[in-house]
Structure formats: C-alpha cells, structure tokens
C-alpha cells in the first residue's frame, strides 16, 4: 500500500514509530505536512499537490494533525476523502473531537457518563454556576486549554467564585467541574484502535498536584481496566466516529468519567509504558479496513 502520514513533523516520536511499522510491513509510506498541501477542489479533477508534485495513488492516511492546524489540517485530509483515499480517523470525527463543547455535549446525550460539568462564557449568576456543579472544591478549565495549562483547582468557595470572574475577564469560554478527590492526581489513558482498548495507562500527578499530566513532571505506568472501563471507553470512541483515539477518564467512586477523548494521541508515552508496538497495530488495522468506507464527508 502507499500511505500517507499527515504530520507537521516527520521527527516526533509518532511519526517516525508509524513510518518504520508501515516500512516492515512492506508499505511505501511518507510524511507529508499538510499545511504545506495545496488542493484543487473541483469536483472534475480533484487533486492535491506537495512540493509540486501531484499526489496520486494513495491508499490510505494516517492524519496526526495537531490542534493549531485542525482547520486546514483537516481541509486536506477531507480532500483525500474526496478522492476516495481511506483514512484511520476521518475529518468530521477529528473536527467534531477538537471541540470539548460539543464533544462532551455529544457524549452526554448518548449516555457515556463524565464529570459534573457546567460551561460558561459569561455567567451573569456565578454562585448559580458554582451551585450547578455542586460546589467547591471544583476544577475550572479554560475550554481552549491543553497539557493542563488553563485547569485550576479552586478549593473553596470564594475561590472559585475569583478564578471564575478572573476567567470572565479574558473573555473566555470555561468549564466549571467537580473535583473528582479519589482520583488521587491520576487518570486514565485508554488507546482505543476500532473496538478494542490496545494499551491503557495510569498517569499520577507528581506531590501535591492534582493533573496528571506528563508535561507537568507526572508519571505513567500500564494498567488493567475494569470491564467497565473498557466498555466506557470503546464506546465513547464510536460515538465520535474515531478508529484511533485517546480516551481520558477519571477513576471515581461512581465508575470511570470520561474528560476527553484525544483524535491523535501521542505513542510515545503508551509505547514505552505498555512495552506493545501499537503503531505496527495501526497499520495492521489499515490492512485490514482499507476496504471499508471511512468518508467523513
Ligand atoms: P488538558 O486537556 O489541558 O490536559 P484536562 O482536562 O485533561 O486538561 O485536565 C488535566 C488533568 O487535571 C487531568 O489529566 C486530571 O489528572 C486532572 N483533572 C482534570 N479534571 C479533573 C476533575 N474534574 N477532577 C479531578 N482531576 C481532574
């Protein structure tokens, strides 16, 4: 097969992990940035040019578009669909799950159970906002936040009530949640690859924090999921359409919450705690569904 990586940068960890998987396996595979790709749309003669050439023949894509290019990043792959090229994750999917607003929203309706969470722009009753939710201690988030930048844990009242209108003042969309306490600073990252959770990890906080996050000094280690676990997570990535994705969840006293679920997850941290070689995964996955139709269109 040819396939296609869509990556800014053909030297992270995932990229150079998928090319030498799609290599051993005997596919002719490249990294292409996408927001280098140029197109032309009509519907006679679609087609996509990099560096001058004319993209032709290829199978398949594995889009790693980052979340500072989702809009053209996911223009291009949309053009790959248009020419009937298939794809691990397809645009609509990816588009929908960069939006924690409408992700959550989407997931809360199809029954996959999150944290207690309240959105806000410009609440013009704070104390309703903060009763809504249930109270302090609560975890504030800047919607557009990502690595655990912009996720306050506000653990009284008028604390709240300050990281709020501070908030407010930035013109910012925020999400109030609860404090989920027996998370104990960790979560859960499941890879999910279509129904099935290939690897999960726990990742802890370091001393004294309450986000996990491995870019803020936590660390990660393999873990077994609970059926329950399982489930929710194999069922939060087909309500968003993904193949591949990320599913974050907390461990609370009511069964796992999901937070988030990643459209491009990393492989490195997984790879290297979970000793498992999930991009050969990814291709074999490839291999097996190239002949499905996976058109986000
Ligand atoms: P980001 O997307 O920026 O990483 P998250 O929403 O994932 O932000 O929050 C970062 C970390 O903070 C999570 O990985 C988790 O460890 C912790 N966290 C987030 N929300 C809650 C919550 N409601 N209760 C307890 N811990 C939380």
């Known amino acids: 097969m040819k396939i296609a990586i869509l990556s800014r940068d053909s030297t992270l960890y995932s990229s150079v992990r998928l090319v030498e998987a799609a290599t051993a396996r005997g596919h002719d595979v490249s990294v292409l940035d996408p927001t280098h790709c140029y197109m ?18 290829y199978d398949a894509v594995i889009p790693r578009i980052g979340a500072s290019i989702t809009f053209y990043g996911t223009a291009v792959l ?44 410009n609440p013009d009753n704070i104390e309703d906002l903060i009763d809504e939710v249930g109270g302090a201690p609560l975890v504030i988030k800047l919607v557009e936040g990502s690595q655990g930048v912009g996720v306050v844990l506000a653990e009284t009242h008028n604390a709240a009530h300050s990281v709020i209108q501070a908030f407010m003042g930035l013109n910012a969309n925020i999400m109030v949640q609860e404090f989920i306490k027996e998370a104990e600073g960790s979560d859960i990252r499941c890879f999910v690859l279509g129904d099935k959770v290939v690897a999960a990890m ?59 679920v990643n459209s491009s997850p990393g492989l490195e941290g997984i790879e290297k705690v979970c000793g498992k070689d999930i991009a050969s995964l990814m291709i074999e996955f490839i291999e097996k569904n190239i002949n499905k139709v996976s058109c986000g269109l």
Not at 40 to 57: A, D, F, R, V, W
Not at 229 to 250: F, H, N, W, Y
């Open 40 to 57: 032309n749309i009509t519907s006679m003669k679609p087609s996509i040019h990099y560096q001058g050439e004319n993209l032709l023949g």
């Open 78 to 121: 949309r053009q790959f669909e248009v020419m009937n090229t298939f794809v691990l994750n397809n645009s609509a999917a990816i588009s929908r799950s960069r939006d924690k607003l409408a992700s959550s929203q989407l997931l809360a309706r199809k029954g996959i159970d999150l944290p207690i969470t309240a959105f806000a722009h």
């Open 202 to 260: 726990k990742r802890q906080g370091r001393e004294g924090e309450f986000r996990s996050n491995l870019h803020r000094g936590g660390t990660a280690t393999q873990v077994r999921l609970s059926p329950q676990e399982r489930a929710a997570a194999v069922q939060a990535a087909k309500i968003m359409g993904l193949s591949v994705c990320g599913v974050d969840m907390l461990r609370s006293n009511r069964g796992p919450l999901v937070m988030e």
